[in-house]
């Protein structure tokens, strides 16, 4: 709930901004509910060069999703030359207009195995904003 109220607000009207909205309510913090477990499970049955590279993984699965949301947003950036970028911001921005599609970031397969994929076109597509998003991807 405040996913939408927060981030889908941000970015309700346009998509692609020229720069990271700061004042959006990120639900990083979330990631502690599932991690947190893990983490004590690495830690009980791990031994210590094993557990430093399951937190050094995870902070970077952390870090990685956190980043490549934000890529998405931001009009220009470098990675929009590549098309496997081009389409997963596509599907985020299917997951804006459909928020109980596409909940990945980083990794789709989640969402074909529990049915949550949309690979269809953004809805409304006669609004002049997400005609442009749409020609920019």
């Known amino acids: 709930r405040s996913h939408v109220k927060g981030h889908h607000a941000q970015y309700a009207r346009e998509m692609l901004s020229d720069r990271w909205i700061r ?25 210590g060069l094993y557990f430093a590279v399951h937190i050094a993984s995870l902070a970077f699965a952390v870090w990685w999703h956190v980043y490549l949301h934000r890529q998405y947003h931001i009009r220009g950036v ?31 397969s989640w969402d074909l195995l529990f049915g949550t ?21």
Do not use: M
Request: contains cysteine; glycine residues 2%.
């Open 23 to 47: 004042t959006e309510q990120h639900i990083t913090g979330y990631y502690a509910i599932p991690f947190i477990p893990l983490v004590c499970l690495a830690f009980c049955l791990l031994p």
């Open 78 to 108: 470098w990675w929009e030359r590549f098309h496997w970028f081009q389409h997963k911001r596509r599907l985020h921005f299917v997951h804006h207009q459909k928020p109980r599609k596409n909940f990945a970031i980083v990794e789709y």
């Open 117 to 137: 994929l949309d690979d269809g076109p953004l809805v409304s597509a006669n609004s002049s904003k997400l005609k442009q998003v749409e020609r920019s991807l």
